[in-house]
């Protein structure tokens, strides 16, 4: 089984993620195509706002965090979540994916970036790179 850090549940089954984007429409296609993998989506946020609450309520193991919101864009969000939890799993996913952007948000603490549009392989793969040995 693998270690679980404080405050978080071991593995049991699945991983549960936190979709965080400002389109509905991409919203459902993370929960869809994450639908029967080892990955279960238990909450979703509109904005970077809603997005910290939802971390700090659920403390999920993974986050897919959208670069441009309202209210609170990505990388402010991601700066507050790594904040709240310097081990948080989070993946970056922009159709607006510039050198700048994308060094600022692993420099800030996500390990992955993903380019919009991305296809349901490069989702999983890019989640399933970033969960524990």
């Known amino acids: 089984m693998l270690s679980c850090r404080q405050g978080r549940v071991p593995y049991v089954g699945s991983y549960r993620v936190l979709a965080v ?26 904005n970077g706002q809603e997005a910290v609450e ?39 996913i922009s159709s607006l994916g510039t050198e700048e952007t994308v060094s600022e948000c692993l420099e800030r603490g996500a390990l992955r970036f993903l380019q919009k549009p991305f296809t349901d392989d490069l989702l999983l793969n890019t989640l399933r790179s970033v969960l524990p040995a």
């Open 54 to 92: 939802r971390f700090e309520e659920h403390r999920p193991d993974l986050v897919l965090l959208d670069v441009v919101m309202p209210r609170l864009d990505g990388p402010g969000a991601l700066k507050q979540i790594m904040e709240l939890d310097p081990q948080a799993r989070v993946i970056m």
């Open 21 to 46: 984007d400002d389109s509905l429409l991409m919203r459902r296609k993370v929960q869809k195509t994450l639908r029967d993998t080892e990955f279960e989506v238990i909450a979703t946020a509109a």
